[in-house]
Antibody, heavy 119, light 110 residues
Framework: QLQLQESGPGLVKPSETLSLTCTIS??????????WGWIRQPPGKGLEWIGN???????YYNPSLKSRVTISVDTSKNQFSLTLSSVTAADTAVYYC???????????WGQGILVTVSS | QSALTQTASVSGSPGQSITISCTGT?????????VSWYQQHPGKVPKLMIY???KRPSGVSNRFSGSKSGNTASLTISGLQAEDEADYYC??????????FGGGTKLTVL
């Protein structure tokens, strides 16, 4: 059974960089059939797509976040990562990693990790 | 890109059918058959209910169905049950290989 698990700091200071990692178990990040993505959800609000990456490192980002986001992959560790620079309180959210099919839907999700931006 | 438009809330009684709509543009919902729907119970992880407008993943009840007309996609839940009470989000592929979620609809089962 495929499982995804987010990890990283739960608290980040304003203007600093948020860094999260998603570890995949029960499957391979190098599968040619899937992309891997990040989605976030501010407290009490809706879902926002951040971006996707393919194992070959092809990436797609949300235009509203593109200047601050980098998604990378480490096939040797079966992980992919998210960095978001120059964070503000508006970046406080639960961050989910997920598997994205070629039909552009997310069929497996991690449990999510709450990241709070505060001094 | 703007969020897809969903009605903020909808309600229904057990056994009834309800429909949640998701309105976009010809650049997203209307232009591609790549609309998906997610169910999210409070404090839980979103769950894929419908993909490619009308396809159900294995294990999802056939009480859930999806459709599309023009720039509007719809999720219909028939035989409403108490466990269906949740937030529902649509999501669509958008020009230039990006994705857009709707603002979400809160379903209340009366």
């Amino acid at each position: 059974q495929l499982q995804l698990q987010e990890s990283g700091p739960g608290l980040v200071k304003p203007s600093e960089t948020l860094s999260l990692t998603c570890t995949i178990s029960g499957g391979s990040i190098s599968s040619s059939n899937y992309y891997w993505g990040w989605i976030r959800q501010p407290p009490g609000k809706g879902l926002e797509w951040i971006g996707n990456i393919y194992y070959s490192e092809s990436t797609y980002y949300n235009p509203s976040l593109k200047s601050r986001v980098t998604i990378s992959v480490d096939t040797s560790k079966n992980q992919f990562s998210l960095t978001l620079s120059s964070v503000t309180a508006a970046d406080t959210a639960v961050y989910y990693c997920a598997r994205r099919a070629f039909t552009w839907d997310f069929d497996y999700w991690g449990q999510g990790i709450l990241v709070t931006v505060s001094s | 890109q703007s969020a897809l438009t969903q009605t903020a809330s909808v309600s229904g009684s057990p056994g009834q059918s309800i429909t949640i709509s998701c309105t976009g543009t010809s650049s997203d919902v209307g232009g591609y058959n790549l609309v998906s729907w997610y169910q999210q119970h409070p404090g839980k992880v979103p769950k894929l209910m419908i993909y490619e407008v009308s396809k159900r993943p294995s294990g999802v009840s056939n009480r859930f169905s999806g459709s599309k007309s023009g720039n509007t996609a719809s999720l219909t839940i028939s035989g409403l049950q108490a466990e269906d009470e949740a937030d529902y989000y649509c999501c669509s592929y958008v020009d230039s290989s990006t994705l857009q979620f709707g603002g979400g609809t809160k379903l209340t089962v009366l």
